[in-house]
């Protein structure tokens, strides 16, 4: 199931709009399902500049290795320090408590850039 709320990039992050130029940012269901089971997720630092496009985080899992790119630019706000202690939660729960870290955004027009539901649903399956 992809949640209709929420965009998507073509590498497989979603972004969910909290208001005030701020996104929340994880992996889809799709992204975990591939890797397997995550053991650890390299979190970036807060006020880090994410630049869309280009890696941010780094999440191991038991068969690979996966970069994480920033679905747009901004500062990093905030991030899921429960992934420290459970990387899991990405397989459990990642469109929830599996959410990876937040950015402000400096360019909202690159919001218009990401993919709805249904064109990620065609590029996923």
């Known amino acids: 199931?992809?949640?209709?709320?929420?965009?998507?990039?073509?590498?497989?992050?979603?972004?969910?709009?909290k208001g005030n130029n701020i996104i929340r940012v994880g992996v889809t269901d799709h992204a975990q399902a591939e890797l397997g089971d995550i053991v650890y997720v390299n979190l970036p630092e807060i006020g880090a500049e994410a630049q869309k496009g280009e890696e941010i985080v780094e999440v191991e899992s038991v068969k690979a290795v996966a970069q994480i790119v920033a679905p747009v630019s901004g500062k990093v706000i905030a991030v899921n320090e429960a992934l420290e202690d459970d990387p899991a939660l990405l397989n459990s729960d990642c469109y929830g408590e599996g959410w990876i870290f937040e950015v402000e955004v400096?360019?909202?027009s690159e919001l218009n850039d990401l993919l709805d539901a249904k064109k990620y649903g065609e590029i996923a399956e």
């Not at 199931?1 to 709009?17: R, V």
């Open 106 to 108: 400096s360019d909202p």
């Open 1 to 17: 199931m992809i949640p209709a709320e929420l965009k998507y990039t073509e590498t497989h992050e979603w972004a969910m709009e």
